[in-house]
């Protein structure tokens, strides 16, 4: 029964998708990359989410923690954090409130600028990834256990290339006023954020 009504289902989708082949030129090749790529988020938001549970930690504040143990001295700014997780101010200031409750942060004050407040990895923090990371790098290597290291270097040019694409639409998106100037994609250029956060995002 189970398997008559997926069959069913997946007919179904593609009448569907054929007729809007036909009425909006769309390209099934990039709606099932695009759909395949955000099942692969979700489902990797969910693992990492798992792994972080134990450890009392999302994975925003993962990646806050992870993102400051990579900048200099050890230490952001609230706006540098909040550029570079893609996320509101008010939402870093509220997880950097929990992850200062613990111990794992600290704020300390511009030495140039009193207006300015720095966030700052404690030992503590730095303590809590050195007990977590192992684990999370040897689950990274399980995740891409099925590609081989030719692959691994193909889907990161790929992975870059889609990047580009969602560079472009976000920087359209953000000079359109119908579109509200909303931003989208990642708060920097360059290197990407997996390589800084170690294939944690900041969505939660």
Do not use: C, W
């Amino acid at each position: 029964m189970a398997s008559s009504s997926r069959s069913a289902r997946g007919a179904q989708t593609r009448t569907v998708l054929a007729a809007d082949v036909a009425t909006f030129g769309l390209d099934p090749a990039a709606e099932l990359a695009v759909v395949e790529l955000l099942r692969s988020a979700r489902d990797l938001e969910a693992v990492f989410a798992a792994e972080l549970a134990p450890h009392g930690l999302s994975l925003s504040r993962f990646a806050i923690l992870m993102e400051l143990r990579t900048a200099r001295d050890r230490q952001l700014s609230l706006t540098a954090l909040g550029d570079r997780l893609v996320v509101v101010p008010s939402n870093v200031t509220k997880q950097v409130d929990a992850l200062e409750a613990r111990g794992l942060v600290t704020r300390v004050p511009s030495a140039v600028d009193r207006r300015m407040t720095f966030v700052r990895l404690t030992e503590e923090g730095a303590a809590l990834l050195e007990r977590i990371l192992p684990a999370h790098y040897a689950g990274q290597s399980r995740l891409l256990a099925h590609l081989s290291a030719a692959e691994r270097a193909a889907l990161i040019g790929l992975l870059q290339a889609v990047q580009r694409g969602v560079d472009e639409v976000a920087a359209a998106s953000a000079s359109d006023p119908a579109g509200g100037g909303r931003r989208i994609g990642r708060g920097r250029a360059g290197a990407a954020d997996g390589a800084v956060t170690a294939g944690v995002g900041a969505s939660s």
